[in-house]
């Protein structure tokens, strides 16, 4: 059996006007629910696996059938995963076409047998390719009614090059949290690099970081860093990232969702900001 919540909290009335967000994690499922007619509705939590030595698909499993919650007839239900092998595929090369980018995806990864997933992005004009586990996904489209799964890349490169449409400078937007730092770079206001990166302690994100800053080019004197995440992981990369880049800021998170709630700025920042992402 896997770890539960109390369910009550999270039952609520007419479920078809509230949305419901996953983010499947190594360790853990996250989740938040809201309505999409209600302020200060907003709720979230997370859902420990209670046995990792199964297979993962078992895991998230078990999450969702022991938190029954989950299982209301939401009107929206999105969720949001990782995968350890992923591209992204210019539309100037692809188009935006299914096929088209699956061909890249197959060129890249030819021994990857599980399904291909293609999430199109028009504001950055890419899409991202993914492997997804077949029974992974097919457990999440018999239970939930036409969810909506994407990359974790594909709402932060949506939500930031939606923010920096009238920016100026080269920007790297940091997302650290449960163990992984998702990097994306804009330069020019084109997607110059995006990547995830698993960490085990802050030390290593800062690397990651000061690496992916070092292969981008970008500059110290001018160009931002925008940070956001974890508040522990955070605070212990700041000051150092200060020491080297003159323009680190946290980011700022976007004043409509704080109809949602006064606690949406503790909630996963990549499900809180998917209605901005629509």
């Known amino acids: 059996m896997g770890k539960t919540v109390d369910n009550t909290i999270f039952e609520v009335s007419h479920p078809e006007v509230w949305s419901l967000a996953l983010r499947l994690c190594a360790d853990r499922l996250k989740f938040t629910i809201h309505s999409d007619s209600d302020d200060n509705s907003l ?104 969810p909506q799964i994407m990359h974790c890349l594909t709402p932060l490169l949506t939500f930031f090059k939606r923010k920096d449409a009238y920016g100026g400078r080269n920007k790297m937007f940091v997302y650290v949290d449960n163990g992984t730092a998702e990097i994306v770079v804009l330069k020019s206001g084109r997607v110059a690099f995006a990547n995830v990166f698993p960490f085990n302690c802050a030390d290593d994100a800062f690397y990651f970081i000061a690496n992916a800053w070092q292969h981008c080019e970008l500059s110290q004197n001018d160009d931002e860093l925008h940070v956001v995440g974890d508040n522990a992981v955070r605070q212990e990369l700041l000051p150092r990232l200060r020491e080297t880049m003159n323009n680190v800021a946290q980011v700022i998170f976007p004043a409509e969702m704080m109809r949602l709630g006064e606690n949406v700025t503790a909630a996963p920042f990549d499900l809180t900001i998917l209605p901005l992402c629509e």
Do not use: W
């Open 43 to 146: 709720m979230f939590g997370e859902l420990p696996f209670a046995d990792t030595s199964c297979c993962y698909a078992s895991c998230i499993e078990a999450a969702v059938y022991d938190n029954p919650f989950l299982l209301q007839s939401f009107g929206k239900t999105s969720v949001v995963t990782g995968s350890d092998r992923f591209l992204l595929v210019p539309d100037e090369m692809a188009g935006g076409d299914d096929d088209e980018c699956q061909r890249y995806y197959d060129c890249i990864y030819p021994d990857d047998r599980r399904n291909v997933a293609v999430n199109h992005i028009v504001e950055a004009g890419l899409s991202i390719v993914y492997g997804i586990d077949r029974n992974i996904e097919s457990f999440l489209r018999r239970t939930f009614y036409n």
